[in-house]
């Protein structure tokens, strides 16, 4: 990962530094909000949070509990670290690291290890539910117990983290759009190469006056799963 920085304020941009310490693809990146730390996700199955205090750019915290590729990381605004993977689940890690390996320290009610090859990071939760690659996590911007992971399995979940010990669903939001092609795709192929005989065009219009909508099944095949939604709720 490299940093670079426009110094002149002329948008030319030199590398000021230069993050290494992941063994495969660096996927995303994300700095904390309320201190000098950045998070890498990697394809090696880890994220790393760096320190940017001084210029050094030193690693503090290695999170590697995930079983699969970590594609994503985010911020809470008290700095708690998510992270993404491909092993379909979404952790919360407190990266509050002293560097001295093992350590053992109380929350409330419950104790928690801080693991040497964590790098002092602590997996506080895991979040589990999604049926196919998680590849996207934000946290609220004002809440954050409050935060949305994105899947491959085309849903969206929304978490309240004061829910049960591996965080609470709030809801599912099913992206139904995903189900759109564009009019580029083979399925409109035949619609685009040929002109409608002039019986359909003489049948569409005399059913408009019955149903103004009654193409929308080839308007796409989310829109027209919404329209009948929509039909039976009313």
Request: glycine residues 12%; charged residues 20%.
């Amino acid at each position: 990962c490299r940093l670079w920085q426009d110094r002149d304020g002329n948008l030319t941009y030199e590398c000021v530094g230069v993050l290494e310490g992941h063994r495969d693809e660096v996927n995303g990146l994300a700095f904390a909000p309320n201190a000098p730390l950045l998070a890498t996700a990697s394809d090696d199955g880890t994220a790393v949070v760096w320190d940017l205090n001084g210029g050094t750019y030193v690693p503090v915290a290695h999170c590697s509990g995930h079983g699969a590729e970590v594609y994503g990381v985010g911020w809470s605004a008290d700095n708690v670290l998510a992270t993404v993977s491909f092993d379909r689940t979404c952790k919360l890690w407190d990266v509050r690291c002293d560097g001295r390996g093992m350590n053992r320290e109380s929350n409330g009610s419950r104790e928690r290890e801080r693991d040497s090859k964590s790098g002092g990071a602590v997996c506080a939760r895991t979040l589990t539910g999604h049926g196919d690659d998680v590849v996207g996590v934000c946290f609220h911007p004002r809440d954050s117990r409050v935060l949305a992971t994105g899947s491959d399995d085309g849903t969206v979940r929304v978490w309240d983290t004061r829910g049960t010990c591996d965080g609470g669903v709030v809801t599912t939001l099913t992206l139904q759009l995903q189900d759109n092609y564009p009019y580029a795709a083979p399925e409109y192929a035949g619609q685009m190469i040929k002109p409608p005989h002039h019986l359909a065009q003489a049948a569409h219009w005399m059913t408009s006056f019955i149903n103004p909508n009654n193409h929308a099944l080839d308007g796409g095949r989310a829109t027209s799963a919404l329209e009948l939604e929509c039909i039976q709720a009313l």
